[in-house]
């Protein structure tokens, strides 16, 4: 029977989906025209589709296989935490030894004031359980109008409803009429697309102090928290001038606001630092983390909580934390986040990104400035963008804007590439094994995409 299934694959895989998956980030509508692409296998930082095509993931899956495709450790790991203890919950006093263990090792790599864990299973569902800890925390001091979370516009921080209300992107607030009252949103650091003539860090002071003008609009006693990603991922990897963060800091301090880094794409190596809260220096209250957890192998997310707020939710007059989900703490889960952290140790993933990988792929990039179609190009550690524009000098996008960089991305596709467009940027966030070979050979796919779509843009009169 499965033979049966095999033969006629792709054409079989293709068709079943259609008739039944309703795809997340997809118009439903649409898809049946465009179809649907099956990757059925991967092996380090390729990956191979049902049509036999090879690609070059320079994507890590969706900013997550860490430590690339096909550790067998990590599935032998899972194999044997599932002989042993399938499942078993968290609640009513219990644990299990891979969540124990978890939870130590976290508290040892997590930026110093961060050393308790609650565990969910995505990047949306920590950020939730963080909006409701957060209002217990305040309710609990007895400060109960301090609700109101801030956020940035262009953000992205989930999709479950609290989460896309924390998210600043107008067309996740258009599914389900949101945000949810509470949730507001300020400016984003976003120096290349509306910094203007402004020096970057002017800029990035200018972008901070939003955040002080909207909790002097609102009032500090109605304002609970400040959420952002260290460097925003799905928004176009948009890398904050070095000005901001220590100034949001200041003004969370100043304000009293909680302080949350959203590391979930920005943790576990990325930019070259285990956190990317470690290279700005951000003191976090809550850091959530998820993707390179567990590299995508097995659903985890974790969201750490400062000693200062679990004293509070923590302490005696906070009663119970009526909060938690079946999964969480999930044993083979957590085993595999503790073998997946072990790779990234042991191989030296995190000092590799920052030391070779991150500046030779920085370096490799700006070679591409000489293309007409670049307009900056910006990375750290394998985070990077490029950015595509009509007017080098003068930084004028194209319009509609997007248009160019799904073409862009069609191209690279058949190039075999996987690079993701956000607008007409470009997002590089390839597994942190790769060598500088593997950079070569994504400059080489890259730039022969670029030229393909630079004949496009000038056939349809863009340029
Ligand atoms: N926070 C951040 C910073 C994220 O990037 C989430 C939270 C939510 O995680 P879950 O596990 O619930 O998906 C994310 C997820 C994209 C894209 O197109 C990015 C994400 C998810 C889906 C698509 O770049 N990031």
């Known amino acids: 029977m499965a033979q049966a299934v095999r033969r006629n694959s792709s054409a079989h ?8 998956h309703i795809h997340p980030f997809t118009d439903q509508h649409a898809l049946p025209g465009q179809g649907v692409r099956v990757i059925v296998r991967a092996e380090g930082t ?8 090879k690609l070059l993931d320079a994507f890590a899956g969706l900013w997550c296989v860490n430590v690339g495709y096909g ?19 968290t609640f009513f006093k219990t644990t299990t030894p891979p969540t124990a263990e978890l939870g130590k090792v976290l508290a040892d790599l997590a930026p110093k004031q961060l050393n308790h864990v609650f565990y969910g299973l995505s990047g949306s569902d920590a950020n939730d359980t963080i909006c409701r800890m957060v209002r217990h925390y305040w309710n609990v001091l007895g400060k109960k109008t301090k609700k109101t979370i801030i956020s940035r516009q262009n953000g992205y921080h989930g999709s479950t409803m609290a989460s896309a209300s924390l998210g600043g992107m107008k067309a996740m607030h258009e599914v389900g009429d949101l945000p949810l009252p509470g949730f507001v949103h300020i400016m984003q650091p976003y120096w290349f697309g509306q910094g203007g003539d402004m020096p970057p860090d002017e800029f990035g002071l200018k972008a901070a102090r939003a955040l002080e003008e909207k909790i002097l609009e609102l009032g500090a006693d109605n304002c609970a928290a400040f959420i952002g990603e260290p460097i925003q991922g799905a928004g176009g990897v948009i890398i904050p001038p ?3 963060w220590p100034e949001i800091q200041r003004i969370c301090k100043k304000y009293d606001l909680l302080l949350i880094a959203d590391e979930v794409i920005c943790g576990f190596g990325r930019t070259g630092h285990w956190f990317a809260s470690e290279y700005f220096k951000i003191e976090a209250d809550f850091m959530t983390m998820a993707k390179g957890l567990t590299s995508g192998y097995l659903p985890l997310s ?5 000693d200062r707020v679990f004293a509070v939710i923590g302490g005696d007059k906070a009663g119970e934390l009526t909060h938690g989900y079946t999964y969480s703490g999930h044993p083979a889960c957590c085993a595999v986040a503790i073998e997946n952290i072990r790779i990234i140790r042991d191989e030296g993933l995190v000092e590799k990104v920052r030391d070779v990988t991150g500046p030779y792929l920085a370096k490799r990039l700006k070679e591409l400035h000489d293309h007409p179609l670049v307009g900056e190009t910006r990375n750290l550690g394998l985070i990077g963008a490029i950015e595509l524009v009509k007017d080098k000098a003068t930084r004028k996008t194209f319009e509609p804007l997007g248009d160019v960089g799904l073409i862009c991305r069609e191209h690279c596709f058949k190039s075999g590439l996987v690079m993701r467009a956000t607008r007409d940027t470009m997002l590089i966030s390839p597994p942190l094994t790769w060598t500088k070979a ?8 890259t730039r022969k995409a670029l030229d393909l779509t630079l004949a496009d843009v ?6």
């Open 458 to 463: 000038r056939k349809k009169g863009l340029l």
């Open 46 to 53: 390729y990956l191979f589709d049902s049509d036999d095509n």
């Open 242 to 244: 070095a000005s901001y």
């Open 71 to 89: 550790r067998k450790e990590i599935a032998q790991v899972a194999y044997d935490q599932m002989v042993q203890l399938p499942y078993y919950n």
């Open 302 to 306: 974790g969201l750490m909580v400062s």
């Open 438 to 445: 593997n950079v070569d050979e994504f400059m080489t796919l």
């Open 13 to 20: 895989w293709k068709a079943t989906d259609l008739s039944h």
